[in-house]
C-alpha cells in the first residue's frame, strides 16, 4: 500500500469517482488554484498537443505557475504572448501561467509518466511578453538588473512587465526599496501599478529625478539623535500607554538536532553588535525624544528554561507570557530572548523586538541573518555577512533634515485639506461597544474569497491605482 496523491470521493449508490489529483491544487499568494483548470484551458488552444502546468518555486518563498507544452508537429508555431493573450480571454489573470515552456517532447520515467523533476526551468523565451528589445540608456539597464536580480530572470527587455515576469506586491515593495538605495530615486507604487513595463517605470523614475532626494550620509557616532517621525509616534504613544506591550513583536524560531549553544549566543551577540538600532536607548529632555546605540560589546538578556516533559499548552504559555512582557524603553535593550529546551534535539528560540527598532520586514532579516551567523559559527567559520554602510540612526537624521519646516508646512496643509470631515474614530462594525481605554486584546481571522472574486477585486485594484488594503478599509 502507499499514497497515489489521486483524489477520489465515494458516491452514495457506492462507485467511486476519480477527481484529480491531490497535488493539482496549489495555494499562490493566498488563492487556491486548481492546476487541471489551467492545463484543460492550454491544451484546448489550436495547436497544443499536450500541457501541463506546476507550482514551481525555483527561489524559496515564491511559488509562481508554469506552463509546459508540446504542440502539433503539423501546427504553425504560437508565441509565447499570443498564448497568453488566448489564456487572459479564457482565464482570470491570476490563473494564467508566469512562463510557458515549449518542449520538444516530455521527459519520462521508467514507469512512462512524465518526470516533473525533469522539466526545465523557465528561461527568458518563457517569459517574453514579445518581441525582445534591450534597454536603452544607464537608467533601463540600471532597472533591468535590478529586475533580474529579483526576478531570477536572465534578461529583461524594456517593453518586459514586472508582474507578468512574476512580480507581486512583496517583490514590487523590494524592487522600490532597491531603487531608492541603488540609485537614489523614488519609485511610487501607484506609477508601478499604473503601468509595470520597463520603460514607463523608467520614465517614471526619469521624472522623480527632477526632485531627487539627497543622499543618506553616515553620521559620526558621538552622542544621541533625534527619532524619526515613525520612532517619535511610537515613542509618544508608548509614554500615554504607560509602558504596555501593544508594540511588542514576537517571532518563536524552531532548532532541531542537537544545540550549539556557544555559536547561537554568539550568533544573537553579532546580531546585537550588527544593527545599532537593537542597541538602542531612548531618553527625553523637556519635548524632545532622543536616541543612543549602547556599546556594541553589550550583551542581549536571553533567558532559558527547561520545559522538558511538559506538554503543548506549557508552550503556549510562555510564549504568551514572554510576548506580553513590556519593556523598559529607558534602560532595556529593544531585544530580549528566550531559548526553550523542549528535548535534547528540540528547542525553541522566542525573540521579542519593540516596534519602535523593527517591524514585520526587519524580522524577515532577522532571521535571515541570525540562521547564516548560527551556520557559520557552529561550523566554526567567520561572520560571512557584509559591513552595513549605514544605519537607521542616519536615516532618522536625514529625514530630519529633509523634512524641513516648509515641507512639514505643505504636507500638513495637503493632508489637512485631504482628510477634512474624515472621522475621528473608525466606524467599523463591532461586536459591542468600544472600552473607555483601549486594551488592544485582538486576534487575526482569515477568511478565504473566492477566487473569481479575487480576480475581480485585484482586476480593480489595478484599474483605480489602489493597493487591496486600501480597497477593503474604504469598502
Known amino acids: 500500500m502507499y499514497r497515489t496523491g489521486d483524489l477520489a470521493r465515494w458516491n452514495a449508490d457506492g462507485t467511486l469517482e476519480y477527481l484529480g489529483r491531490n497535488d493539482d491544487q496549489v495555494k499562490i499568494r493566498g488563492v487556491r488554484i486548481e492546476l487541471g483548470e489551467i492545463e484543460s484551458q492550454l491544451g484546448q488552444l489550436p495547436g497544443i498537443e499536450e500541457a501541463l502546468v506546476l507550482a514551481r518555486e525555483d527561489e524559496p518563498g515564491q511559488p509562481r505557475l508554469v506552463g509546459y507544452f508540446t504542440e502539433h508537429a503539423d501546427a504553425p508555431t504560437t508565441t509565447v504572448e499570443q498564448l497568453r493573450t488566448a489564456l487572459l480571454a479564457r482565464l482570470p489573470g491570476y490563473m494564467v501561467p508566469g512562463a510557458l515552456v515549449r518542449l520538444e517532447s516530455w521527459p519520462l520515467t521508467a514507469n512512462g509518466k512524465v518526470d516533473r523533476r525533469a522539466l526545465p526551468v523557465p528561461d527568458r523565451d518563457a517569459l517574453s511578453t514579445g518581441e525582445y528589445q534591450a534597454p536603452q540608456g544607464d537608467l533601463e539597464n540600471a532597472l533591468a538588473q535590478i529586475w533580474s536580480e529579483l526576478l531570477q530572470v536572465e534578461r529583461v527587455g524594456r517593453h518586459d512587465r514586472f508582474f507578468d515576469l512574476g512580480g507581486h506586491s512583496l517583490l514590487a515593495m523590494r524592487m522600490v526599496s532597491q531603487v531608492r538605495q541603488r540609485l537614489s530615486l523614488e519609485l511610487a507604487l501607484g506609477d508601478l501599478f499604473a503601468d509595470s513595463s520597463l520603460i514607463a517605470v523608467a520614465h517614471c523614475l526619469t521624472a522623480a529625478a527632477r ?5 543618506i550620509d553616515v553620521q559620526p557616532r558621538t552622542g544621541p539623535v533625534p527619532l524619526s517621525s515613525a520612532q517619535q509616534r511610537i515613542w509618544f504613544m508608548a509614554q500615554m500607554e504607560d509602558a504596555n506591550s501593544a508594540y511588542n513583536i514576537s517571532l518563536g524560531l524552531k532548532l532541531s538536532g542537537p544545540l550549539d549553544s556557544r555559536a ?3 550568533a544573537l551577540e553579532r546580531i546585537v553588535a ?3 538600532s537593537l542597541r538602542s536607548q531612548f531618553s527625553q529632555e523637556d519635548d524632545k525624544a532622543w536616541v543612543q546605540a549602547a556599546s556594541a560589546t553589550v550583551v542581549p538578556d536571553i533567558g532559558w528554561q527547561d520545559l522538558r516533559g511538559q506538554d503543548a499548552g506549557a508552550l503556549q504559555a510562555v510564549t504568551k507570557e514572554e510576548a506580553a512582557q513590556p519593556f523598559d524603553m529607558h534602560r ?5 530572548g528566550r531559548l526553550l529546551c523542549l528535548a535534547e534535539d528540540r528547542h525553541v528560540l522566542l525573540l521579542t523586538v519593540h516596534h519602535i527598532v523593527a517591524d514585520g520586514w526587519s524580522l ?7 540562521t547564516a551567523l548560527y551556520q557559520a559559527f557552529s561550523q566554526g567559520q567567520d561572520d560571512p555577512l557584509p559591513a552595513l554602510t549605514l544605519q537607521y540612526d542616519d536615516y532618522a537624521v536625514w529625514q530630519r533634515n529633509w523634512l524641513d519646516a516648509e515641507r512639514l508646512s505643505h504636507q500638513g496643509d495637503y493632508w489637512q485639506q485631504a482628510l477634512a470631515g474624515a472621522p475621528v474614530l473608525l466606524t467599523l462594525p463591532t461586536d459591542g461597544p468600544r472600552p473607555a481605554h483601549q486594551d488592544y486584546t485582538g486576534a487575526s481571522v482569515t477568511l478565504e474569497l473566492d477566487p473569481r472574486l479575487s480576480s475581480d477585486l485585484r482586476t480593480f ?4 491605482s489602489v493597493t487591496p488594503f486600501m480597497l477593503f478599509m474604504g469598502a
Do not use: F
Request: net charge neutral; hydrophobic share 30%.
Open 461 to 464: 485594484c489595478h484599474e483605480q
Open 364 to 370: 524577515g532579516v532577522l532571521t535571515r541573518e541570525l
Open 211 to 215: 526632485s531627487q532626494l539627497p543622499a
Open 274 to 276: 550588527r544593527h545599532d
Open 264 to 266: 547561537l549566543t554568539r
Open 332 to 336: 532595556d535593550l529593544p531585544i530580549r
